[in-house]
Nanobody, 125 residues
Framework: QVQLVESGGGLVQPGGSLRLSCAASGFTLDYYGIGWFRQAPGKEREGVSYISSDSSNTYYTDCVKGRFTISRDNAKNTVYLQMNSLKPEDTAVYYC??????????????????WGQGTQVIVSS
């Protein structure tokens, strides 16, 4: 069955770094774009970043541009999110998801059909 499993979250001080991983199984990762989303307590889920199936297109929400980098290794069935210069406002549960259709906005959650269970990121001193 299709599975996406996130890992790499944790507690980090402001200014620190984390690398999240999204391990895919049960389908051919090469055929799908993958998005990273996050949800902080009391807030709506938001799209963080997206990478197309062949890595030719990447997108970021404005508040993480220049700090986060998305990448993928299809041979390892894994998508990564490198997060640098972390801020307290980056605290959230981070999810990866498989995009099964493409409409106007990459961050449209309804375009994603499978989601991981999430990994917690806490940025605090």
């Amino acid at each position: 069955q299709v599975q996406l499993v996130e890992s790499g979250g944790g507690l980090v001080q402001p200014g620190g770094s984390l690398r999240l991983s999204c391990a895919a199984s049960g389908f051919t990762l090469d055929y799908y774009g993958i998005g990273w989303f996050r949800q902080a307590p009391g807030k709506e889920r938001e799209g963080v970043s997206y990478i197309s199936s062949d890595s030719s297109n990447t997108y970021y929400t404005d508040c993480v541009k220049g700090r986060f980098t998305i990448s993928r290794d299809n041979a390892k069935n894994t998508v990564y999110l490198q997060m640098n210069s972390l801020k307290p406002e980056d605290t959230a549960v981070y999810y990866c998801a498989r995009r099964y259709r493409a409409r106007t906005r990459w961050a449209l959650g309804s375009d994603y059909d499978y989601w991981g269970q999430g990994t917690q990121v806490i940025v605090s001193s």
